[in-house]
């Protein structure tokens, strides 16, 4: 099994900066894809940015210019640097890999953290 423990929410103003970290622990052989979604309220789960081992990123149009993603292979941990945050940035923010440990490649979630931006 794979865990994953995030961290870094918070409540900020628009304009400014947060940084998210999620690290995965458990029984792992190797992780393939680390990323971010997010679940505004009444709205569905979206991708925010994804990352692979060798450094591929993808982000949402909404996104690109002000959040950069970034993974630390050797502490299995995915980060999200967010800047000029926006009201509508406001979400919960989940944590996902895929991950191989005893079983096949699977996809885990966090338990989400809350970010909210608001003046």
């Known amino acids: 099994q794979v865990q994953l423990v995030e961290s870094g929410g918070g409540l900020v103003q628009p304009g400014e900066s947060l940084t998210l970290s999620c690290a995965a622990s458990?029984?792992?052989?190797?992780?393939?894809?680390m990323g971010w979604y997010r679940q505004a309220p009444e709205k569905q789960r979206e991708l925010v940015a994804v990352?692979?081992?060798?450094?591929?990123?993808k982000y949402a149009d909404s996104v690109k210019g002000r959040f950069t993603i970034s993974r630390n292979n050797a502490k299995n941990t995915v980060y999200l640097q967010m800047s000029s945050l926006k009201p509508e940035d406001t979400a919960v923010y989940y944590c996902?890999?895929?991950?191989?440990?005893?079983?096949?490649?699977?996809?885990?979630w966090g338990q989400g953290t809350q970010v909210t931006v608001s003046s």
């Open positions: 996902n890999v895929v991950a191989r440990t005893v079983e096949p490649n699977r996809t885990y």
């Open positions: 458990g029984s792992i052989f190797s992780i393939s894809v």
């Open positions: 990352i692979t081992t060798g450094g591929y990123t």
